[in-house]
């Protein structure tokens, strides 16, 4: 068994798979909504859609750090459920990148 088997192996056993991890997405929406941030989750027959969450501390600098300019960067998952991740984000007052929220999406639109 070769190093990057090894650790597939470990992550599988700690955390589950992908079908799992989805499992638990209402719950971590719930504890989320709990520390004040912004989420919002769609799910079709217990299958997930989307997911959005805006953060509270990025909905304070974009506030503030708006007039910058917002930057946006998308990635492909791959995973078993596959999508997009979109994240926005801003440059704060010490010049340093603030995520304001982040989107997994089926398709970019």
Do not use: W
Request: glycine fraction near 6%; hydrophobic fraction near 40%.
């Amino acid at each position: 068994m070769n190093c990057a088997n090894a650790c597939k192996k470990l992550k599988l056993e700690s955390f589950g798979d992908d079908i799992q991890q989805y499992r638990l997405l209402p719950d971590y929406v719930s504890k989320l909504r709990q520390n004040d941030h912004d989420v919002i989750l769609e799910m079709e027959d217990k299958q997930f859609t989307r997911m959005q969450i805006v953060f509270r501390e990025g909905k304070q600098v974009f506030k503030s750090y708006a007039q910058r300019g917002l930057c946006l960067a998308g990635t492909f998952l791959k995973n078993v459920n596959g999508g997009i991740l979109l994240v926005a984000c801003v440059l704060n007052g010490n010049q340093q990148i603030q995520i304001v929220s982040v989107v997994i999406v089926p398709i970019e639109k």
